[in-house]
């Protein structure tokens, strides 16, 4: 359990963190939204951030992208300040809809961040087709948004984020408005493009299961102001699998640890 006026140390012999905040607060509009926030993310982890509605969760995405500036403390992002956002980090929304631009084709959306990167005309078809296959959605270059599932936008936004070749991923509860079967598929996707690329990973998520699932590590936060109130550590072994995974006693231990959390900050 680490408390929200936790300073971060450095531990000797671990890597620098990829992403830290450092005693971050934020105020906006005259309120405190995330007050005194320590975190270390490690390259390559896959962290997840859980807690009632409007603790704070989205604003310390924000923090983390670049898209917000603290009031006081610092984020910083390989051991640079995190002044503005960057190419190496991409962000997956949960609104893919709004994410995606409805007059472009598949190829199209995934094309837009290739073309940001520079990569010459010439050499982004063959790269469109590898992401599109990777994501599952092989022969499916000329459709538009508006003629795909949820989930298959889903795995487009994906898609489009991976064409960055994004060192990290923020994902906003990417997979919140999809149904449970497409859910775990696309979770299951997640973790192995994960582990394939390396990206370290920050995903916010409502779904304690799916916290557990995903996560090295979970972190839950407590509302008004925004703060760390729990931290566990996720001790189940890689490759997750849907069923054996979520019967082990460590899951359903954890489920319980975060389940009693979040309802002891609600009360
Ligand atoms: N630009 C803003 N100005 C003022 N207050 C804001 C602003 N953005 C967010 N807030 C407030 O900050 C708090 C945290 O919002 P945030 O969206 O980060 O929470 P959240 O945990 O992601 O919520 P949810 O789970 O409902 O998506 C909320 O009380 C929200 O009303």
Redesign the pocket.
Known sequence: MASAAKRLETVPGTPAPQIRFDEVTLQ??G?T?IENLSLGVQPGEFLCIV????????????LAAGLYQPTSGKVNFDGQPMREPRREIAIVFQDYGKALLPWRTAAGNVSLALEAGGMPSAERPARIEELLRTVGLPGHAGKYPSEMSGGMQQRLQIARCLAQEPKTLLM??PFGALDAMTRQGLQDEVLTLVAASGATVIF?T?DLDEAIYLGDRVIG?L??P?RIGIELSVNLPRPREQLSTREQPEFLRLRRQLFDFIKATEQ
């Open positions: 906006l509009g309120k939204i807690g009632a509605s409007g603790c704070g969760k989205t604003t310390a995405l924000r906003d509860e916010v409502h936060l509302p008004h925004g």
